[in-house]
């Protein structure tokens, strides 16, 4: 299932609920259709991010430790999705201002170093996924 098939049924359940949210807010009190907003949310947040690819909230990914290293060598037609992997994988402010800059420029920009081979393919899936044409690099010894 596509990445935009998925984010559609994810849409499509909010707006069941909000439309459920709307028929109860008449007829029950105000905290019962608060807690009906909060508690999915707070409860469905990791399995939904689980089902759209995505990883947990302020958690990025581990890698484990090796000789490889990721390098974004073009950014494709959507930059905007590369700039959100990046994000996915843990980046800072301060690195994706870095990101941002080698985006306007077009140049290659290195988004991990020293990373086990099966991380490094696991990175570079999720670049792909966005866009971008991603190498992997063996550092020599």
Not at 4 to 20: D, E, F, K, P
Not at 66 to 86: D, S
Request: proline fraction near 6%; hydrophobic fraction near 50%; charged fraction near 25%.
């Amino acid at each position: 299932m596509s990445r935009g098939a998925r984010w559609a049924i994810v849409l499509s359940g909010i707006v069941a609920w909000a439309a459920v949210l709307a028929v109860l807010s008449s007829t029950l009190p105000f905290w019962v259709v608060a807690v009906a907003v909060v508690l999915p949310a707070v409860v469905m947040e990791a399995p939904i991010r689980r089902f759209l690819g995505l990883s947990p909230l302020g958690r990025p990914p581990s890698r484990e430790p090796g000789r490889f290293t990721v390098t974004v060598t073009g950014w494709g037609e959507t930059p905007e999705l590369v700039l959100a992997a990046a994000r996915e994988e843990g980046a800072d402010a301060r690195q994706l201002r870095t990101v941002r800059e080698a985006l306007e420029k077009g140049a290659p920009l290195i988004v991990r170093r020293n990373v086990s081979e099966a991380a490094a393919r696991d990175v570079a899936g999720s670049l792909e996924r966005a866009g971008a044409v991603v190498a992997i690099e063996e550092a020599d010894d």
